[in-house]
């Protein structure tokens, strides 16, 4: 199956600051989601991006679809102690065409 | 509260002991879906089912049956367990597909020895 492309792989950041990564596929994809696990936890969705060039935010994220349809970016402003996790994006087509990335590791340092 | 149910959380196996670890969702979802997760290969599909009845091979079936005899339950078979079946497994259902996101279980993190 395919495997979409995260960068960067993990991020130690101080808290406050700004995070940006991004997700790429050598395919396209009309539906993008990003989702966040916690430690132990299962991922949970964040943000699904359903058009070309849409910018879809949630509180302190902010997610953007590529135009071309093989990438997505997710943003998040002003980080706390509980934006630690894993960043997953996924990418998606019709039925059970349903892509994860790689991931990107979250560390916010007090 | 909607949710999907994973039991048990924790399982430690020996070789070639059958297990099954259940799955199962209130949502009234179609689509529903296994994946393993491991350090430095993310989260692979198993097996993912589109209905009663209704099941098929995800990236990395090998060693693994599932069943969807009902449409809330999906459970996850391994008839011989190996060491490299080790991993934290995830359940997930979906209402239409990929596409509308799926919500994932808490995991199952199983260790045959």
């Known amino acids: 199956g395919q495997q979409l492309n995260q960068s960067p792989q993990s991020m130690f950041i101080q808290e406050g600051e700004d995070v940006s990564m991004n997700c790429t596929s050598s395919?396209?994809?009309?539906?993008w989601l990003w989702y966040k696990q916690d430690p132990g936890e299962g991922p949970v969705l964040l943000i699904a991006?359903?058009?070309?060039?849409e910018l879809t935010s949630n509180g302190r994220l902010t997610a953007q679809f590529g135009i071309t349809r093989k990438d997505s970016f997710l943003n998040i402003s002003a980080s706390i102690p509980s934006d630690v996790g894993i960043y997953f994006c996924?990418?998606?087509?019709?039925?059970?065409?349903?892509?994860f990335g790689t991931g990107t590791s979250l560390t916010v340092i007090p | 509260e909607a949710q999907v149910t994973q039991n048990p959380r924790y399982l430690i196996t020996v070789t070639g002991k059958k297990l099954t670890v259940t799955c199962s969702q209130n949502?009234?979802?179609?689509?529903m879906s296994w994946y393993r997760q491991d350090p430095g290969l993310g989260l692979r599909q198993i097996y993912y089912s589109m209905n009663v009845e209704v099941t098929d091979k995800g990236d990395v079936p090998e060693g693994y049956k599932v069943s969807r005899k009902e449409k809330r339950n999906f459970p996850l078979i391994l008839e011989s367990p190996s060491p490299n079946q080790t991993s934290l497994y995830f359940c997930?259902?979906?209402?239409?597909?990929?596409?509308?996101?799926?919500?994932f279980g808490s995991g199952t993190r199983l260790t045959v020895v």
């Open positions: 991006l359903y058009k070309a060039g």
């Open positions: 395919s396209i994809f009309n539906t």
């Open positions: 996924a990418g998606a087509n019709t039925g059970n065409q349903f892509y």
């Open positions: 949502m009234n979802h179609e689509y």
């Open positions: 997930a259902s979906s209402l239409l597909g990929g596409g509308y996101g799926y919500t």
